[in-house]
C-alpha cells in the first residue's frame, strides 16, 4: 500500500515521544504536519478512524499523569465512554498519533515508521 508523502503527527510540545517521532520522520526528510493536541485537538473523526484501527482502549493513556490527575484511575472508564473522554480531553490520548494516508500508528513505534518511509520510498 502506498503512502503519502506526508506523515501528521498528534501530540503536544512537551511529550517526549510527540518529539521523538517528530525527530525520527525529520531525519528521514518525510514532510510532517504536527498538530499540537493543546492548541487544537484531534477531530472526533480523526479519532475514530483510529479507535477503529486500534480499539478505544488503545488510545486511552491510562498510565498518564492527566489520567491519574482528573481522578479517572479510580473511576471504571468503559469503552463506551472512552471516545467521548477523549474528545473533551485529549491530554488523555496516548500519543503521539501518527497517520499517513490510511496507515495509522500510535505511541512510540519505530517498527511502524519504519514501514511509513520504506512506501514513501
Known amino acids: 500500500m502506498a503512502m503519502a508523502t506526508e506523515v501528521q503527527v498528534f501530540g ?21 504536519h504536527f ?9 472526533a473523526g480523526e479519532l475514530k478512524r483510529f479507535g477503529q484501527k486500534f ?5 486511552l493513556d491510562r498510565d498518564g499523569k492527566h489520567f491519574r490527575g482528573r481522578g479517572l ?3 471504571h472508564v468503559s469503552e463506551a ?8 480531553d485529549p491530554m488523555l490520548l496516548v500519543t503521539p498519533l ?5 496507515v495509522l500508528a500510535i505511541g512510540w513505534n519505530e ?9 514513501a520510498g
Open 12 to 32: 503536544t510540545r512537551s511529550c517526549n515521544e510527540t518529539k521523538k517521532a517528530l525527530r525520527f520522520f525529520k531525519e528521514r526528510r518525510i514532510k510532517t
Open 35 to 43: 498538530v499540537d493536541l493543546k492548541e487544537r485537538p484531534a477531530s
Open 55 to 59: 480499539g478505544w482502549e488503545a488510545l
Open 73 to 75: 484511575h479510580v473511576a
Open 81 to 88: 465512554r472512552i471516545p467521548t473522554l477523549l474528545e473533551d
Open 98 to 102: 501518527v497517520r499517513s494516508g490510511n
Open 111 to 119: 517498527a511502524q515508521w519504519r514501514d511509513f518511509v520504506k512506501q
